[in-house]
């Protein structure tokens, strides 16, 4: 998720939802999701689409279509992976809202390079409180694993 999140291992404030739907996440959130290959691990990615969107690819060999009801696109922020490497939507295809787990809201990388995560406004706005009144850098510092 570089540059959002950063190259080297990051601890991330999530805020978990319980039921994921298009009024808890909205598009452009950073988002945790279980590994559609082994749900034991997660992946944290950028939602860029939900449910009635149309997919569009650029190869024309591939056929379009439409995010059916409780489907979302995820994707890698790094835009010098190419799509196999970036473990996202191009590569396993659309995911289940079912299968988000939470929102990230802050990112810590270092001592001095940490802060929130860029989210949607409307995500942003519900989590600038939760931040202002919860956060505590220098808990989060000491149980950070540079």
């Known amino acids: 998720m570089a540059p959002t999140i950063g190259e080297q291992a990051s601890t991330l404030l999530v805020r978990k939802i319980p039921i994921a739907d298009p009024t808890r ?12 290959d082994n749900s034991e691990n997660h992946l944290v990615r950028r939602l860029a689409a939900t449910e009635g969107y149309e997919m ?9 279509f439409v995010l059916e009801k409780d489907q979302c696109w995820v994707l890698a922020d790094n835009d010098k992976l190419k799509p196999k490497e970036a473990k996202d939507s191009r590569l ?3 995911v289940s809202m079912t299968d988000i ?3 990230v809201i802050y990112s810590l990388r270092t001592a001095v390079d940490h802060g929130p995560v860029l989210n949607s406004h409307y995500s942003m706005r519900k989590d600038s409180s939760l931040l202002e009144i919860e956060l505590d850098v220098n808990d989060m510092m000491k149980n950070h694993k540079a």
């Open 25 to 36: 996440v909205f598009l452009g959130d950073v988002i945790v999701l279980k590994d559609p």
């Open 56 to 64: 569009v690819s650029k190869d024309e060999k591939d056929e379009p």
């Open 92 to 94: 396993f295809g659309p």
């Open 101 to 103: 787990v939470g929102r």
